[in-house]
């Protein structure tokens, strides 16, 4: 029962990750960027959110603000900041969307303060649903898996199906080519930024509800999102869903299990602290075993 | 270029000579915060000395530099905590009693420092480009984590020592006297950053970095060499952390957080990457910006970002390069 | 390092194969490298010169087949364990060390020869262990009184010569040189061409050329590349005759 509980709660952890490392990995892929500012737009779609939902009273506008928010925030980035810098090397998009992280903080510190913010769900959402099997799991954690499968189907389908991702394949295949075939690429670059910024604020919006809304929220995230990309390989949207599920599984069965596998090793009381600094690293010992064999990423085709 | 090295050696002289000069003229003033603030420039600056080593002659984007500035730091603390409680660090294999000697403490850190970057260096750069960023930057986390979870050594409240580390013959108490020892480290490490660029190894290192392909095929092994520049970075680094652990008497996770690895890449992208003193005078010009920017807003951090942005767009060379008019060093 | 007996071939690559998923880049190759020759390697663009190249530095592992060096199997050492024993290798774009000095980039050549890179303390700049060689080498290589200019400033020219100079620095055993003429002017290149009819003194030449010319001026035997297959190897009567390399090859010329 607690096993399939923390499956859940991985399944769930795993889907945000993959809603922050798609806008990333997509990034990389067609435009070549490390984007560090990733987790920033994370934090101002969960502001937004939160503003419009305290707004308003509904935490369905709240929802849709995150992501207009984001995207918003997204493309006037993209065009003030991020396109000056496609041509740079990766010191200088390092340093430029560094610098964006501590815009971006202090500018939420300054308009909410450091306060965390809380999101109160609507009724539709909260409490808790049985499952099969008797397990009582709260309804909005699977309203999280539901609306991560559905982006993740949305993604695919966006990039197999229709012209826009035709386009975006072209651009992470040959970037002369796609300006040869008249693609305004300056155009499909802040799309393709805006829809990356728009999942990381959704992203940020659905985990602020079940957490809370803070300045720096972000950049764990962000990180986290990086070991997913680093470990699916970058520009491949499938290799973030299965880095994202097992980064997920992995960061939350480890928590939940190591302390008390340990404990049947050694004695109660380190087991648990062992245990506990032990999960806290798991994830990049799983990071580490794919760099070693295999240093492109699951799918990553480039080295 | 025999001209130009003049030159960049007389900038060199100016910035270190202007850093001790600020703090021997604050210390006759009496004014022992300033002297503070010197030192802190003279162990950011240390720590962008090692990182340049890496970053600015290897080209190697770390963004995970705080594991090691962290891992000096927490070496620190360990010893000087066990040192005032007079319990052993550890008594498996061999027994390890804490120390609150620095001559004793610099060492372990370095060491510490040095194996971390073995370790992380030896994984990491099997990648490149932006993996080698990503890759760095989540090893230094990793860290980051663990420190939080080791409730032995604080967890997230970090660690403090009451009293700071010895020297023999100086009262590190005294602000200007802790400053020259940190000063002297930081001289040193420059000496030994332009011993080593100039070397076999640093003309290596640098091809490398400029033509991989090409340094292969004289019989150079790329990794081999990066490796090694990644060691020595983060035994610097360590050492850095070290001492900026004995400033404070207190360490805690942030040292490893990636904000302090952006912050590190910063004071040397401010001064001017692959230049010697670049990095000590991006750490000078961060902490004057600290104190001054902070002295008007709250929210100073978002003006650095803003002046950052600045110098990324519009003045690649760093603010060294702007004096010096050229672009990025060699 | 065992000494090759007289007339032995210097470089011996037998049943190389490299294949691309369907795509086979290199079939079956088999190739000799004699002591004092040049051998030419030609082929129309996409003919698998460049894999060829790649596979016999060490860039790239074959499917199958191996490759003797001086009598040595070498397909077990990478890169720069092949450089060192004297496999010297010019590339198809001048690709020299853009910020460095003529003289320090033929200064890392005989470093990277000499195997010592990890030296820390010494100025390299007064190590006459590193900068005799090199002056010798840039002079050799008629540079000799550009030693002193960044490279990124040197021209097109220029930059080959830089890249035959690194070359000799690594006291070679045989040269690989790949398409050394390429935007060469014609002066450019009839100075490179008596250049290269002297390094043939220094080592034997496997050289991938574009330039005809150059080929039936300076080869002795040449290798007809084909689809990643060679289809004929012989002196430069005998492949100008040839009716399958004058019908696949030659001619658009003939």
Known sequence: MLLAEQALNGLQYGMMLFLMAAGLTLVFGVMGLINLAHGSLYMTGAFACAAVAAATGSFWLGLVASLAAAAAAGALVEVAVIRRLYARDHLDQVLATFALILIFSEGARWLFGSFPLYLKLPPSLSGAVVLPGGLHYPLFRLVIIGFGAAVAVGLWWLITRTRLGIRIRAGEADREMIGALGVDIARLYTIVFALGAALAGFAGALVGSIQSVQVGMGEPVLILAFVVVVIGGIGSIKGAFVGALLVGMTDTLGKALLPGLLSQVVEASSAKTVGASLASVLIYVLMAVVLIMRPQGLFGARG | MGELLNRDAIINLVIFALLVAVALGAHLAGDGFTVTLATKAAIFGLAGVGLNLALGYGGLISFGHAAFFGIGGYVTGILASHASSGMPVVTLPFTIMGSNEMLGIWPVAMLAGGVAALAIGALSLRTSGVYFIMVTLAFAQMLYYFAISWSRYGGEDGLSFYVRNTFPGLNTFAPIQYFAICAVLLALALVFTAVVTQSRFGLALQAARQNSQRAVAVGIRPYAIRLTAFVLSGMIVGLAGSLYADLNRFVSPAMLSWHMSGEIMVFVILGGVGRLCGPVAGAAIYILLEHVLGGISDYWQALLGLLLLGIVLFAPGGLIGIVTRRGRHA | ?254
Do not use: C
């Open chain 3, 1 to 254: 390092m065992p000494e090759p007996k007289l007339n032995e071939p210097i470089l011996e690559i037998r049943g190389l194969r490299k294949a691309f998923g369907a795509l086979v880049a290199t079939d079956d190759v088999s190739l000799d490298l004699r002591p004092g020759e040049i051998h030419a390697l030609i082929g129309p663009n996409g003919a698998g010169k460049s894999t060829l190249i790649k596979q016999i530095v060490g860039e790239i592992r074959p499917n199958s087949g191996s490759i003797r060096f001086e009598g040595q199997v070498i397909d077990g050492l990478d890169a720069a364990a092949r450089a060192r024993l004297g496999l010297a290798r010019s590339f198809q774009v001048s690709s020299v060390i853009p910020d460095f000095t003529v003289l320090q980039n033929v200064m890392l050549a005989v470093a990277g020869a000499s195997g010592a890179v990890f030296r820390f303390h010494r100025p390299a700049l007064s190590d006459r262990k590193l900068t005799e060689p090199a002056l010798f080498h840039i002079e050799q290589a008629g540079l000799a009184d550009r030693h002193l200019v960044q490279a990124a400033k040197l021209s097109h020219g220029e930059r080959r010569k830089l890249e035959i100079a690194m070359a000799l620095a690594l006291r070679p055993r045989a040269f690989l040189l790949d398409e050394p003429m390429a935007g060469m002017g014609l002066e450019g290149g009839r100075q490179l061409t008596s250049i290269l009819s002297e390094l043939r003194n220094e080592a034997p030449i496997l050289l991938v050329e574009h330039d005809m010319d150059a080929v039936f001026a300076l080869a002795d035997r040449i290798s007809v590349l084909v689809y990643g297959r060679i289809i004929a190897t012989g002196s430069v009567a005998e492949i100008r005759a040839n009716p399958e390399v004058r019908r696949s090859y030659l001619g658009e010329d003939a």
